[in-house]
């Protein structure tokens, strides 16, 4: 049974941080490319970082560039993102993807908003 738990998310005032997780499990990790996406209240949903599966490569989007890490440990099965200098157009419910070809798995998603 494949599963992807994210964890992490939670209420931060603006500049602050937070990490994410997301646990795989019931498939090869490591043979799976990974990324966060987000979708903010009312808006569609967009890719924030993307990771490939050795973790060579790593790809973001504009608007998080310098601020956010994606990361993984293959060893673990796990995922992260460390989020710097969070602001509130930041706010979003947070899912992690797996994807190798036409397989594509999703996390049920974590919520993080940014507000003072």
């Known amino acids: 049974q494949v599963q992807l738990v994210e964890s992490g998310g939670g209420l931060v005032q603006p500049g602050g941080s937070l990490r994410l997780s997301c646990a795989a499990s019931g498939f090869t990790f490591s043979d799976y490319a990974m990324s966060w996406y987000r979708r903010g209240s009312g808006k569609t949903r967009e890719l924030v970082a993307t990771?490939?599966?050795?973790?060579?490569?790593?790809n973001y989007r504009n608007s998080v560039k310098g601020r956010f890490t994606i990361s993984r440990d293959n060893s673990k099965n796990t995922m992260y993102l460390q989020m710097n200098s969070l602001k509130p157009e930041d706010t979003a419910v947070y899912y992690c993807?797996?994807?190798?070809?036409?397989?594509?798995?999703w996390g049920q998603g974590t919520q993080v908003t940014v507000s003072s």
């Open positions: 993807n797996a994807i190798r070809g036409p397989v594509n798995y």
């Open positions: 990771i490939s599966s050795a973790g060579g490569s790593r």
